[in-house]
């Protein structure tokens, strides 16, 4: 089973900055977008932000001008550097990978924004 390894998740204070991480392995081919979605509790899963393999990116309104996403096709990893932090950031991330044969997703990490 295709596994995507996410890192990066944990605790931090409003206003701090945490850096996710995903790596696809090499048996995913044909990679078109990577990114991150996330899911608070009692919400749907929701895009935060994504990138294609021609550097395109998208972001939700909500983290726009204090979420970066990036990415480093030889290492076929996908980061999500979050600043500016704030409790209702807090949720379940994943890490989502689109190839021309299907949508690879990651087992989540937990984000908390909380004093």
């Known amino acids: 089973q295709v596994q995507l390894v996410e890192s990066g998740g944990g605790l931090v204070q409003p206003g701090g900055s945490l850096r996710l991480s995903c790596a696809a392995p090499?048996?995913?081919?044909?990679?078109?977008?990577m990114g991150w979605y996330r899911q608070a509790p009692g919400k749907q899963r929701e895009l935060v932000a994504d990138?294609?393999?021609?550097?395109?990116?998208n972001y939700a309104d909500s983290v726009k001008g204090r979420f970066a996403i990036s990415r480093d096709n030889a290492k076929r990893t996908v980061y999500l550097q979050m600043d500016s932090l704030k409790p209702e950031d807090t949720a379940v991330y994943y890490c989502?990978?689109?190839?021309?044969?299907?949508?690879?997703w990651g087992q989540g990490t937990q984000v908390t924004v909380s004093s």
């Open positions: 989502n990978v689109v190839s021309i044969f299907r949508t690879y």
């Open positions: 090499g048996t995913i081919s044909s990679i078109r977008a």
């Open positions: 990138v294609t393999s021609y550097g395109s990116t």
